[in-house]
């Protein structure tokens, strides 16, 4: 069973940087590969990053590509989401969650999800 605890939000102003953390314990963590969700009141939790066990592949969805940057520690079995160029329409709760890795990184089936950590990106 693989615990995950996130870290790092808050409110910050448009064109602003946040780095969300994700500690993980429970399990061996580069056999995971690691996402970041997130998900705004009312709407369906929707696929922001993710990255390999290895951490060699990640992936992104388009409205985040070229300012969200998803990274891990194996070492220190956490992974990181940093946000660059932050808009209002980021605003949301950010969950990280695990998978088992299989050969391709995928944005559906994780297993364990943390508790989320609120984000909210002022204009």
């Known amino acids: 069973q693989v615990q995950l605890v996130e870290s790092g939000g808050g409110l910050v102003q448009a064109g602003g940087s946040l780095r969300l953390s994700c500690a993980a314990s429970?399990?061996?963590?580069?056999?995971?590969?690691m996402g970041w969700f997130r998900q705004v009141l009312g709407r369906e939790r929707e696929f922001v990053a993710a990255i390999s066990g290895g951490g060699s592949i990640t992936y992104y969805a388009d409205s985040v590509k070229g300012r969200f940057t998803i990274s891990r520690d194996n070492a220190q079995n956490t992974v990181y989401l940093q946000m660059n160029t932050l808009k209002p329409e980021d605003t949301a709760v950010y969950y990280c969650?695990?998978?088992?890795?299989?050969?391709?990184?995928?944005?559906?089936?994780?297993?364990?999800w943390g508790q989320g950590t609120q984000v909210t990106v002022s204009l």
């Open positions: 429970g399990g061996t963590f580069s056999r995971y590969d």
């Open positions: 969650a695990a998978r088992a890795s299989t050969s391709v990184v995928r944005t559906y089936g994780y297993q364990y």
